[in-house]
């Protein structure tokens, strides 16, 4: 079993940043490509970014290029969401996600993601 908890959220002003942090316990050998997704709401959950298990690849949504900074740190089992320049629109409950396929590299499917975190709100305001 696997399990991910995320932190990091809160409230921010627009132009500001806020760095969201995901943590995996249990079974963490089982876990490969890793993912951030968020959900507003009344909207569907969407994909942010996306890490290959070494690092080496990244994925973006293109709303997040170049303001949004996906990274891990496998000898502390986690993965960090850097997110700089916020705006309104990204207000939602960001989710970590994990895939437990190593062929797998990196992925904005959310169907590919085996584990889930509960989430964490981040709240830019205008």
């Known amino acids: 079993q696997v399990q991910l908890v995320e932190s990091g959220g809160g409230l921010v002003q627009a132009g500001g940043s806020l760095r969201l942090s995901c943590a995996a316990s249990?079974?963490?050998?089982?876990?490969?490509?890793m993912g951030w997704f968020r959900q507003a709401p009344g909207k569907e959950r969407e994909f942010v970014a996306s890490?290959?298990?070494?690092?080496?690849?990244?994925y973006y949504a293109d709303f997040v290029k170049g303001r949004f900074t996906i990274s891990r740190d496998n000898t502390k089992n986690t993965v960090y969401l850097q997110m700089n320049s916020l705006k309104p629109e990204d207000t939602a409950v960001y989710y970590c996600?994990?895939?437990?396929?190593?062929?797998?590299?990196?992925?904005?499917?959310?169907?590919?993601?085996?584990?889930w975190g509960q989430g964490t709100q981040v709240t830019v305001s205008s």
């Open positions: 996600a994990g895939c437990s396929n190593k062929m797998v590299v990196a992925t904005g499917s959310k169907l590919l993601y085996d584990y």
């Open positions: 249990g079974r963490t050998s089982n876990i490969y490509a």
């Open positions: 890490i290959s298990w070494s690092g080496s690849d990244t």
